[in-house]
């Protein structure tokens, strides 16, 4: 069988490739700033596209590259991506199994699982669609000892232009790879307070991470660090919530780890369902009492 | 520049409401009423306020079922001036859904720009824009948290995971817009009466043969949790820092 796989964040890629080497030969395409992460990805062909990425072009440039030879298309759903998978479905009629996080394949027919009804449940189905989107973070990549073979591919112009860029300041952390994680959500009350929870997350050596309130809405903490169904997808040994009520969507991005931690004041919130251990009271207080028993 | 904008409505079962079984992990649906779509409501609100700058109008269109008259109520009382529902709406299909908006958007010769969310909550699939832009072969703009119209341009700002950026594409386009975006608006009492009155075209679709997956099981996922919940703060931290200690390495 043979894959093309797709994502402007090369590691996307390399997590798919991982996943799909040992099915068939796998075509990776990323950008050409992605290089280093997808050499080791165990794909037989490396295409790096120059240029500026829009899905236009990007689309454009998949479609050109034999696109009928392919078995299957596999796109990371970034929101790059989730785009250039629509484009290239309205453009080949092929239909799309969207933001899944596990498959198999079985000839002609792919059996997926996503998230359904906000995360409430895991719909499981079988398609026929030749064009999947894979949900970040579904997948371990490893380094496989095979090169690639690499090939640039340039952009074409697009209509869409950009205008302006800048990067947003990135400390460079990745909490998808952290071992323990201390989260916070709207209950933290304010930017300052998370001063206060920083104890635990240097004696825990943890990172520190939020719901997605907390990191887009009130920009307390940068998105890099966002839990849920519209960020990362982490699976430490030990997730600590704190005021965190629990809403699906959060689950749905911690649902992976060993032990969950909550700590609320509610004691209705739903964190305490999918919770190991749960505390019912005020944060403030609870956090250095842990803080101290670990030291001890 | 007067513009005329779009705006993709999606109505879904209220989420927030539905239980799973306990024993059997089924999702009960029965009774749990209908929404506007969060994301839509951001959408409407988008296109909405460019008209309100700009001048023009704003069509919205569900693709639903006969339920769907209250959600363009409300789209109507947020400042939609016209309305149409297609019916025929069996479930989450993105290809399907494309198919019906885009035939009806081609019947609409002079539009500049269509608005929706760029990932809507129940399914989460966020392939609509793509794929309704490769139907109508328009460009995108994905992403957006602001957009301004400038002559025969639409630009937007958007926010990608490592960086911002403002980016432009000429009309017509579509936008697909985050929640980010605005704080959608609660409409004034005499808006939602005069909604109420207005008058709502309702079509059928153009349906095509575009099979959804065969779905093999829905279920909540099972969750394993010890859930062990102390009131007392005491013995929690002390519990939950044994656990905590067992796994720093």
């Keep these: 069988m043979k894959f093309l796989v797709f994502s402007d964040i090369g590691k996307n890629v390399a997590e798919i490739a991982t996943k799909l080497r040992d099915l068939g030969e796998v075509h990776s395409f990323t950008m050409k700033n992605q290089r280093e992460t997808v050499l080791k990805s165990g794909s037989k062909r490396l295409v790096l596209l120059e240029g500026t990425p829009f899905s236009g072009n990007v689309s454009g440039a998949l479609i050109g590259s034999d696109l009928p030879t392919y078995d299957y298309v596999f796109i990371s759903s970034t929101p790059l991506g989730r785009e250039v998978a629509g484009l290239i479905s309205a453009s080949t009629g092929n239909t799309i199994a969207s933001e899944i996080f596990d498959f198999s394949i079985d000839n002609d027919k792919i059996k997926t699982k996503r998230f359904f009804f906000g995360g409430k449940t895991i719909m499981e189905e079988e398609n026929s669609s030749k064009i999947v989107t894979v949900t970040p973070g579904s997948f371990e990549p490893s380094e496989s000892a095979e090169t690639a073979q690499e090939e640039t591919l340039a952009l074409s112009d697009s209509h869409e232009k950009l205008i302006e860029e800048k990067d947003r300041e990135s400390s460079g952390t990745n909490i998808e790879a952290a071992g323990i994680i201390v989260s916070v959500g709207r209950g933290i009350g304010s930017k300052e307070a998370i001063e206060k929870i920083m104890p635990l997350v240097s004696a825990t050596r943890g990172e520190i991470a939020g719901s997605r309130p907390v990191c887009l809405d009130y920009r307390w903490l940068s998105e890099e660090r966002q839990v849920g169904l519209s960020g990362k997808k982490v699976k430490p040994r030990v997730y600590i919530a704190l005021g965190i009520s629990g809403q699906i969507q959060h689950i749905a991005g911690m649902r992976g780890s060993k032990i969950v931690v909550a700590v609320n004041k509610d004691k209705d919130a739903p964190i305490f369902q999918e919770c190991d251990y749960g505390i019912v009271g005020d944060l403030f207080q609870i956090v250095p009492k842990i803080v101290e028993n670990l030291k001890k | ?249």
């Design chain 2, 1 to 249: 520049m007067a513009l005329n904008i779009i705006v993709l409505i999606k109505q879904i079962i209220d989420i927030d409401q539905i239980r799973t079984d306990p024993n059997t992990g089924e999702p009960v649906t029965q009774g749990i009423p209908f929404r506007v779509e969060n994301l839509s409501k951001n959408a409407i609100e988008a296109a909405v306020q460019l008209k309100e700058k700009n001048g023009g109008k704003v069509t919205g269109i569900i693709f639903g079922t006969d339920k769907a008259n209250a959600a363009m109520k409300e789209a109507y009382a947020m400042g939609v001036d016209d309305g149409i529902i297609i019916t025929g709406y069996a479930g989450n299909n993105p290809s399907l859904t494309a198919h019906v908006i885009s035939e009806k958007i081609k019947s609409i010769s002079d539009y500049n720009v269509i608005i929706l969310g760029n990932q809507s909550a129940d399914s989460y699939t966020g392939v609509l824009p793509g794929l309704i832009a490769g139907k109508l072969s328009v460009p995108i703009l994905g992403n957006a948290v602001s957009i301004e119209a400038e002559d025969g341009k639409i630009k937007i700002r958007r926010a990608l995971e490592d960086k911002d950026q403002i980016i432009s594409a000429p009309t017509p386009c579509v936008v697909s817009v985050t929640q980010e975006i605005n704080q959608p608006r609660l409409p004034p009492v005499l808006q939602i009466m005069a909604a109420g009155r207005k008058p709502i075209k309702t079509e059928q679709p153009s349906l095509v043969d575009i099979h959804a997956g065969k779905v093999l099981s829905n279920l909540a996922p099972k969750s394993e949790r010890r859930r062990q919940i102390f009131e007392d703060a005491s013995k929690g931290s002390e519990e939950v820092a044994k656990a905590i200690r067992s796994e720093i390495k």
